[in-house]
């Protein structure tokens, strides 16, 4: 199975995808800086105090403009699309008055011209308050800030640290997303595998030479390897471009101030933790429900309470995470097995969780996982060659009944 699915094209296109939606973000972006290199030709026809007009400041401004003469002239070219836009600027002593004209939104544009002209507003009026370089530089000066968490330890003293949560909460976001995408895409993988064996009838030669209880464990071995395969192809890859750009400048600068081990610490090891075991979880209850069903065309029936717990738990850890991680509903879903992979790693970016209650957690959801495979493996045997078209609940039902005879001894299961 793991074969078969890491060489098929479904799977190579599944696994390219992120890749090709980065290169088309890195064209697109490149595309945008060459038109913003280029420029667009803005008009400017300038009003005022002559002397003003000729200073420096002033001049900076309009060296990177077309300076025309009147307002018709301008309009007349915009009419021709000579110019992208025109800016009329009026400069009367200290005072600066900017209106721009444009048939198309310039959001960019409009953003620089406005922070252009109030540095110019900026640089005039220090001007006639006679305030020197220096002085202008003193009364701009940013002032420090930083955000510090703190945590009290045994003996109630106070202890400090940087505050990381931003940038653990999109790991934790990005997380969230992933895991929905591999549980929806694998548990129809998984599903469709059992449903098709059923269907043609392949399973009672499968059956004839290994148990159904290797069968069940090999299926859901091979779906979590090839899972595993592709957290891990995306793992190596941004290792990979990690290096690449760690000599890029602004990576420089943040990798000055903080390190990647302070930043994400245990939460990274946990996050991943909560990852593969929120897809092993489900990839159980997919296979579960996929052995319910006598065919393929029953499959997305079948994996409906997969995709609908998925889906909640997306939700909860999705919206209500970001409006606020410490929500009663993130509190409780954090310990429920289903939504506990969604949640938890949401209050862990947000340090809302101790690690006694992380561990707990953890404890719950893989005994959990435990319990549903050693449970989906009875009915797997019990319900492996039964094929009933009388809908999901009347196979549940019958499978629950074969099952206790089983248990019981009264009927062989399917060794």
Known sequence: MYRKNVRSISFIIMLLVPFIAAAGLYIINQVTDNATEE????????????????????QTVLDSMTVLNSKE????????????????????????????????????????????LNQLQSSLRAKALGLSEEEVASLNASVPFSVQKITFNENGEMNTEEDFTSIRLVVGMATTILLFIFIVTYASIIAQEIASEKGTRIMEVIL?????????????????????TQIVVYAVSIGLGFYWLKNNSTVQVFLAEFSIRDILGEFLAYTLLYLILGILIYAVLAALCGSLVSKVEDVSKAILPVTYLSLAGYMIGLSLGMANPDHLVIRVTSFIPFFSSYTMPIRLANNFVSTGEVLLSLMILVLSIVGLII?????????????????????????????????????????
């Open 375 to 415: 449970f989906s493996e009875r009915m797997y045997k019990a319900n492996v060659l039964v094929y009933n078209d009388n809908g999901i609940f009347a196979a549940l039902k019958q499978s629950v009944s074969l099952m206790t005879k089983n248990k019981s001894g009264g009927v062989q299961d399917h060794e």
């Open 208 to 228: 004839s030479s290994v148990s159904a209880r290797s069968h069940f464990y090999g299926k859901l071995a091979g779906i979590l390897l090839v899972a595993l």
């Open 39 to 58: 420029g667009d030709t803005i008009g400017v026809v300038v009003q005022g105090d002559s002397d003003l007009l000729n200073t420096v400041e002033v």
């Open 73 to 116: 002239q301008g309009e007349e070219q915009l009419k021709e699309e000579e110019i992208d836009g025109l800016l009329l600027l009026s400069v009367e002593k200290d005072q600066i008055n900017g209106e721009f004209y444009s048939s198309n939104t310039m959001p960019q544009v409009t953003m620089a011209l406005n922070q252009q």
